[in-house]
């Protein structure tokens, strides 16, 4: 039997580690077939030799990683293991600008490969499309570019909007005035918000119109200029209601459309106006759209095995 022994230098065992030694119970998960032990500040694996030069060079990563943040947590480390070696590499390596400098001194920047694909697609095109499932950072990543393009002065305005389709845009029947009314469908837009703007000056924001969030249909006869747009939960806008959102577009704007096809909550036979867009749209230059996948869920790892599991289901029906 191959052994391999690795040795961490300038680093403290137990942070590496995890509480309990969780970070290598996840080591063991997804390399089975090596024998793996923890000691010290020594990581022995034994198995075969081709498995086992997969594992230094996945640990290489992790401690590269570990290096640089100081700090490792499960869904970095699910990443690093589970992407294919490019994608393991761009991940960690790297070097996400800050987008946006956010609450408390957090630095709000891409955490994946794929977002910062998406921050370079916002850069070379007007309009993007980000396709994939929940938790994958579309929403958040798009909120913080619209951010760092109105603190630039690129824009003077940010305008975020939804479908409400559980109400049938009507919400009529809710309690209270129509801010009342729509901020539960809005609320992902806010808390994206409430991270980045400091809670003062995004009311001040929201009271003198630089930030807009409505619904689909007070998009209806816009001309949306000068403005950072982001229509999120795209998958349940229908023909018209895309074709009218798109068509707002004014003179030096940026779209970005996000959603996710897996969860359309329109009524059957109802066409999704994301589906059809992405495939109307998709060789017009200015363009972009990005499709991210659960190796982007930066959600509580379960987040991840839940899409999995339901993968597997629609699969098989």
């Known amino acids: ?45 034994y198995g075969d030799e081709e498995m086992l030069e997969e594992f230094d060079k996945r640990f290489d990563m992790l401690v590269t990683h570990f290096g640089k943040y100081n700090t490792l947590d499960e869904n970095t480390i699910i990443r690093i293991l589970t992407s294919n070696a490019r994608e393991a590499f761009d991940s960690d390596h790297l070097n996400a600008e800050v987008l946006v400098h956010g609450i408390n001194g957090r630095l709000i920047k891409a955490q994946t490969a794929n977002q910062q694909r998406l921050v370079e697609l916002m850069k070379k095109n007007d309009m993007v499309f980000a396709i994939g499932p929940a938790g994958t950072g579309k929403t958040y990543t798009g909120v913080a570019l619209a951010v760092k393009a109105l603190k630039e002065k690129q824009v003077r305005r940010i305008i975020l909007t939804r479908p409400a389709v559980e109400a049938g845009e009507n919400l009529g029947f809710l309690p209270g ?11 992902p837009l806010y808390d994206a918000l409430r991270d980045m703007i400091p ?15 409505a619904p689909m249909a007070f998009m209806r006869g816009r001309t949306l200029d000068n403005a950072f747009v982001i229509l999120d ?35 059957r036979r109802v ?41 597997r289901i629609e699969h098989d029906n």
């Open 1 to 45: 039997m191959n052994e391999l022994v690795v040795e961490l230098s300038e680093i403290n065992p137990k942070d590496f580690f995890g509480a309990q030694n969780v970070n290598i119970d996840l080591l063991k998960k997804y390399f089975p077939k090596l024998k793996i032990v923890a000691r010290g500040n020594k990581i022995k694996a």
């Open 177 to 187: 005035d129509l801010k009342e009314k729509l901020d539960p469908y809005m609320q």
């Open 199 to 213: 809670a003062e000056k995004l009311t001040n924001y929201i009271e003198t119109g630089i930030i807009q969030i």
């Open 233 to 267: 939960e795209a998958q349940n806008t229908t023909h018209a209601q895309m074709k009218m959102f798109l068509t707002r577009m004014g003179k030096n704007a940026k779209f970005m459309i996000t959603g996710d096809p897996g969860q359309i909550d329109l009524p």
């Open 271 to 311: 066409i999704s106006g994301l589906k059809e867009a992405i495939l109307v749209l998709k060789d017009i230059k200015g363009i972009g759209i990005l499709y991210l996948d659960d190796k982007d869920v930066i959600r509580h790892r379960l987040v991840k095995d839940i899409i999995d599991s339901y993968k």
